[in-house]
């Protein structure tokens, strides 16, 4: 729920031909400036990637700007709110990809895989398979760090240390899915729009991607079939099914995600240390006589 004091912070992206990164990099850096936003804008030769935090005037009317470009006049965005800023500056950056898979020949701008509405995934979750009578198997295109913060039940997880790693481990898979219906997920939908498009390519014939995501299954469906989190880019750190600030955080020294209860492990030092980057930050003898949880 938005107060009067809190920031309105908003994700958005959209996968069509933008070959003037270079020259519009200047114009989206001065109008977030001049409107106090901060955050991260991706511009890339295959479309734009947005995590922005300000007051709801200032967003709206960048919301405006955006959109007088006929290109992103249809771009969707999902938003929360904070109570603070949840970003400590405005970077617009210059990519190859808005996410990185190194597979050149999958363009979403051409053509994207069928997509699943929150609300009808949550039918097919609560009967267990589709309107075809498929079982419903969650797939998770998330990094293994994010998916320990929480995911939906039951979910596939190949522990993936980045997105490029997708291809290879899904093709490797595949038989062990046949049959099935599959839906691909992550937090905002970039991740699992490109998954999707790669897993029909290579035959698979029943793929869905979640339509907005993780963020978007919150918005119109709470947490049911979901165990845990959302892990987000900004200081928040994850956000609940509520789609409000959770006490998980970040370590400053590894950037490992830890846990409340592993807050409470001597080894957690706000700003310094916590119990995974624990044996590059203090001695061997301390960590083996330490009581720790590192369970996620």
């Given at each position: ?74 771009i ?81 997880d ?36 490109k ?24 918005e ?39 846990t ?6 001597p ?30």
């Amino acid at each position: 729920m938005q107060s009067s004091h809190s920031f309105v912070n908003i994700a958005a992206y959209k996968f069509v031909t933008f070959i003037d990164t270079e020259q519009k990099r200047p114009e989206f850096l001065a109008i977030c400036k001049e409107l106090q936003l901060k955050g991260t804008i991706l511009l890339t030769p295959e479309g734009i990637n947005l995590f922005l935090a300000g007051q709801r005037a200032q967003i709206d009317q960048f919301l405006a700007w955006l959109r007088a470009d006929e290109r992103f006049a249809d771009i969707e965005v999902k938003e929360s709110y904070s109570e603070k800023q949840p970003f400590t500056r405005m970077l617009v950056k210059l990519k190859a990809e808005i996410i990185t898979m190194k597979h050149p020949l999958i363009k979403p701008e051409l053509g994207r895989a069928p997509a699943v509405q929150a609300q009808t995934l949550k039918r097919w979750l609560d009967q267990g398979v589709d309107d075809n009578g498929r079982p419903v198997v969650m797939l998770d295109t998330r990094n293994a760090f994010e998916v320990d913060v929480g995911t939906f039940e039951n979910t596939i997880d190949y522990r993936i240390e980045k997105f490029s790693e997708f291809p290879a481990v899904v093709a490797e898979h595949k038989d062990e899915l046949a049959g099935k219906t599959i839906v691909t997920f992550c937090t905002g939908g970039i991740r699992c729009e490109k998954a999707a498009i790669h897993m029909q390519d290579i035959g698979y014939d029943s793929v869905y991607q979640l339509e907005g995501g993780i963020l978007k299954y919150f918005e119109e469906c709470g947490g049911a079939h979901y165990d845990g989190d959302c892990f987000v880019f900004d200081y928040r750190t994850a956000l609940n099914p509520q789609l409000q600030e959770t006490a998980t955080v970040q370590c400053y020294a590894c950037r490992a995600v830890v846990t409340p209860r592993q807050q409470l492990s001597p080894q957690y030092v706000a700003g310094k240390s916590c119990p995974h980057c624990l044996p590059e930050t203090i001695p061997a003898e301390a960590a083996a006589s330490a009581d720790i949880s590192t369970a996620h």
